[in-house]
């Protein structure tokens, strides 16, 4: 039996560094995409293998993945009805197989202990690869805390997730942080997958915008005006994007799935490339799933 990605994501992670720096390639040529021998050779691999291991780490071909990488796909994706934002928040949450859509559960922090920045919690954190490249995950035993990329130096974004936290015991245990790498990342949840708990310190208000966050389905996107009016504060955009981009379980909370009303891609805290990589890979799983 083949095994599942998660199963051996710590294992596997030079593959998906090489997975990552195609889909890095495939982003920065969109307009003119590479052909496969060229992606191989910017993976380190043959061609052959190399479609083999995108496929299964990304869980569509790397043809797919270009096609859903052009600009007018999010323009075509937010000329939906805007409805579709406010349907998901009355009726809960439905889509694909995308398992943190699915399999999300929320508890945020009381007001002090939000205030208390962390004192008292035990923050188990790691780093690991993926598909879109670096990242850090920390975990409590509330749930999962922390989710960021790595765009740069490792040591400037461990000191990032550290300050945001200076009053808990920071721990690092890529073994307890693995399996929710594997998680995030996973093309197709796993039979009986338990929900996957997130705790969220923030303000009211961030929560709530948070939480909205988590009903725009896979492969869909809104707007900032989309998500103030759902929240039912339709003058707050700017607030909103404040509190989009201060997200800090990134893409378990799908801030990248939130865009301007013009369909530009821009201010993701990881730039607009990785944004645009996460919602060409959902949208492809999601036509995928539906097909």
Request: with cysteine.
């Amino acid at each position: 039996m083949n095994a599942h990605p998660a199963d051996d994501l710590a294992e596997d992670e030079p593959r998906h560094e090489a997975v990552a720096r195609a889909i890095a390639l495939l982003v920065e040529r969109r307009d003119d995409p590479p052909d496969l021998a060229t992606l191989a050779a910017e993976a380190g691999l043959h061609p052959h293998h190399f479609q083999r291991v995108f496929s299964r780490w990304v869980g569509i071909s790397p043809k797919r993945f270009a096609q859903y990488l052009r600009l007018d796909h999010a323009r075509r994706l937010l000329s939906a009805p805007t409805s579709l934002l406010d349907a998901a928040l009355d009726t809960g949450l439905s889509g694909p197989s995308r398992l943190h859509d699915l399999f999300v559960t929320c508890e945020a922090m009381t007001p002090g202990d939000w205030k208390a920045r962390g004192a008292g919690l035990v923050i188990r954190w790691g780093l690991h690869s993926s598909p879109f490249g670096r990242c850090i995950v920390g975990v409590t035993d509330r749930g999962v805390c922390w989710f960021s990329f790595v765009t740069g130096d490792e040591g400037a974004a461990v000191a990032e997730f550290a300050g945001e936290w200076p009053g808990a015991e920071l721990v690092r245990d890529q073994a307890a942080t693995a399996a929710v790498a594997a998680r995030m990342f996973a093309p197709v949840a796993a039979p009986d997958t338990p929900p996957l708990p997130v705790l969220l310190r923030g303000t009211n208000f961030q929560v709530k915008v948070w939480e909205a966050l988590l009903s725009i389905p896979p492969g869909r996107v809104a707007s900032y005006g989309d998500v103030a009016a759902a929240i039912g504060r339709p003058t707050a955009s700017r607030a909103v994007g404040g509190a989009v981009g201060s997200n800090p379980v990134s893409v378990l909370i799908p801030c990248h799935r939130v865009i301007r009303a013009s369909g530009i891609l821009h201010n993701y805290r990881w730039g607009s490339s990785k944004k645009q990589a996460l919602l060409a890979w959902e949208a492809g799983l999601t036509d995928a799933a539906a097909a």
